[in-house]
């Protein structure tokens, strides 16, 4: 079986976010940019997979600039066997992420695709669901356990839900998309990194897969969150009673 893994190439989880002087999105300039984190997740899940034996290819996928090669041979060095980089000059929505995925699908029939349930900088949750659904596929969403049966061909996934924990046996081929507590990637090692320069990725136009990237989406402005006003001590109860009543009326 191969598994295919969406990789999103982000603003570094640690960076602290600048808004454009513009306001039209945020600087990306000059600025660390890393594997989004659940598509850490969702890649070491595959390799996990192919070292249990029950796969035997990981293909990595990333969509965008050129420089999401980078994200891409972060990806083979943690172990991804190939990689696919759908090259697009601009942001890509996820409606076209999944439209664009789904044409990769169709070439390279694995039996699941990872996905993270989120990517960090836009927060949309929303590619796996909708590739999902192009595809007619079933659907393991915010994955937090997830265990293979080849024979019968099916993926039993813990979901982490508001209530606890809803378990769903999916038939396989299935999208799977990953929660915080799957697993916890691994790090590249000097070797790896090493070995990842001969691994092949192959460049791809959404031209060529026939998709049309434009989107009906209008980004009208970025904004910072409102400074948060600072806090005051209060010396005692009454006067605590007396602002939640007469100033914040809350009570
Ligand atoms: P989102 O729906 O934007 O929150 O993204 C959810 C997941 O979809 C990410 O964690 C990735 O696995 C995948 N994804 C979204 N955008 C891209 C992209 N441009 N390239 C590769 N994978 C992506």
Same mark, same amino acid.
């Given at each position: 079986m191969k598994i295919m893994v969406a990789v999103k190439r982000v603003v570094d989880y640690a960076v602290k976010i600048r808004v454009k002087p513009d306001k039209s999105?945020?600087?990306?300039?000059?600025?660390?940019?890393?594997?989004?984190?659940?598509?850490?997740?969702?890649?070491?899940?595959?390799?996990?997979? @192919?070292?249990?034996?029950?796969?035997?290819?990981?293909?990595?996928?990333?969509?965008?600039?050129?420089?999401?090669?980078?994200?891409?041979?972060?990806?083979?060095?943690?172990?991804?066997?190939?990689?696919?980089?759908?090259?697009?000059?601009?942001?890509?929505?996820?409606?076209?992420?999944? @439209?664009?995925? @789904?044409?990769?699908?169709?070439?390279?029939?694995?039996?699941?695709?990872?996905?993270? @349930?989120?990517?960090?900088?836009?927060?949309?949750?929303?590619?796996?669901?909708?590739?999902?659904?192009?595809?007619?596929?079933?659907?393991?969403?915010?994955?937090?356990?997830?265990?293979?049966?080849?024979?019968?061909?099916?993926?039993?996934?813990?979901?982490?839900?508001d209530g606890g924990l809803e378990t769903l046996c999916l038939d396989l081929p299935a999208v799977i998309t990953t929660d915080l507590r799957l697993n916890q990637p691994r790090y590249a090692t000097l070797p790896n990194i090493m070995k990842a320069k001969s691994k092949p990725i192959k460049k791809i136009t959404p031209e060529e897969l026939n998709v049309d990237v434009k989107s009906d989406l209008e980004v009208v402005q970025v904004t910072e969150p409102p400074k948060r006003k600072a806090g005051v001590i209060l010396s005692s109860v009454d006067e605590l009673i007396d602002k939640l009543k007469n100033e914040a009326h809350v009570i």
């Open positions: 999105g945020v600087e990306t300039q000059n600025v660390k940019m890393s594997m989004n984190p659940f598509c850490e997740i969702a890649l070491e899940e595959a390799l996990k997979i @192919k070292e249990s034996g029950l796969a035997k290819e990981v293909v990595a996928v990333s969509m965008g600039p050129s420089n999401c090669v980078d994200t891409l041979r972060t990806g083979l060095a943690m172990g991804a066997d190939r990689a696919i980089h759908v090259e697009a000059s601009r942001d890509l929505v996820p409606l076209t992420v999944a @439209k664009l995925l @789904k044409k990769l699908v169709e070439v390279e029939n694995p039996g699941l695709l990872i996905l993270g @349930k989120q990517a960090i900088d836009d927060d949309c949750n929303q590619t796996g669901q909708m590739i999902a659904g192009l595809l007619g596929w079933p659907q393991g969403t915010f994955a937090s356990k997830v265990v293979l049966d080849k024979e019968k061909q099916v993926a039993t996934v813990d979901r982490e839900v």
